[in-house]
Every structure is written in structure tokens, then in C-alpha cells.
């Protein structure tokens, strides 16, 4: 059984800077293509980044290019999110995804649990 564990969430103030980790686990898969969703209260699950399974296709929603990275490990089968110059809009709980294949990178199988982010202004 595939399962995504997020960390690196929490309190910060606008302007500043957090991380997400996700580890995936339990699969028999060579390898996952990674994204990372999210969704603030009252609204819907948003798609936020992508990559793909060689890391060479990379996506963003528009209002966080520039200010988050998205990169993945293979050796540890996992994805990091670099958020920076933070605002109280990217309030929201942030979700990991991940799926074995990467021929539609808006598709994924596989979420972890989430992880609250919160911009204090």
C-alpha cells in the first residue's frame, strides 16, 4: 500500500519562507511523479506544482512562480516544496500527491494526509 507522509508545516509571517517534504512508502513502484495541492478553508483543492517522473517537466501555478520550488529525491522516493516570500493567501492545508505514471501530471493516485500552512500578516 502507497503511502505519502508530509511534514514541514506550520505558523509563518508573510514574507517568510517554509519547506514540505513528502515521503512516499509501501509501493512497488520504480518511481512517482510528485505534485503538491492545496486548499484553503471555504474553497477548493487547488493545484499548486508538478513534476515529473525525470524531473524534467516542471509546473506552477501562476501566483506561486517565482516563489516556490518544487524538486524531488529519487534515492529517498520523495518530493520537497520550497515556499518563499509568503502571503496570507497561500494560507491553506498543503497536500502531497504522487502517481507511477506521469503522462497526465493533473491525475495523481496516491495523497498524503496534509499539512497546514499558515501566513500570519
Known amino acids: 500500500q502507497v503511502r505519502l507522509v508530509e511534514s514541514g508545516g506550520g505558523l509563518v509571517q508573510a514574507g517568510g519562507s517554509l519547506t514540505l517534504s513528502c515521503v512516499v512508502s509501501g509501493g512497488s513502484y520504480s518511481g512517482y511523479a510528485m505534485a503538491w495541492f492545496r486548499q484553503a478553508a471555504g474553497k477548493e483543492r487547488e493545484f499548486v506544482a508538478s513534476?515529473?517522473?525525470?524531473?524534467?517537466?516542471?509546473f506552477y501555478e501562476d501566483s506561486v512562480k517565482g516563489r516556490f520550488t518544487i524538486s524531488r529525491n529519487d534515492a529517498k522516493n520523495a518530493s520537497s516544496l520550497q515556499m518563499s516570500s509568503l502571503n496570507p493567501e497561500d494560507t491553506a492545508v498543503y497536500y502531497c500527491?504522487?502517481?507511477?505514471?506521469?503522462?497526465?501530471?493533473?491525475?495523481?493516485?496516491?495523497w498524503g494526509q496534509g499539512a497546514q500552512v499558515t501566513v500570519s500578516s
Open positions: 513534476i515529473s517522473l525525470s524531473g524534467t517537466k516542471i
Open positions: 500527491a504522487a502517481d507511477p505514471s506521469d503522462i497526465d501530471l493533473t491525475r495523481y493516485n496516491f
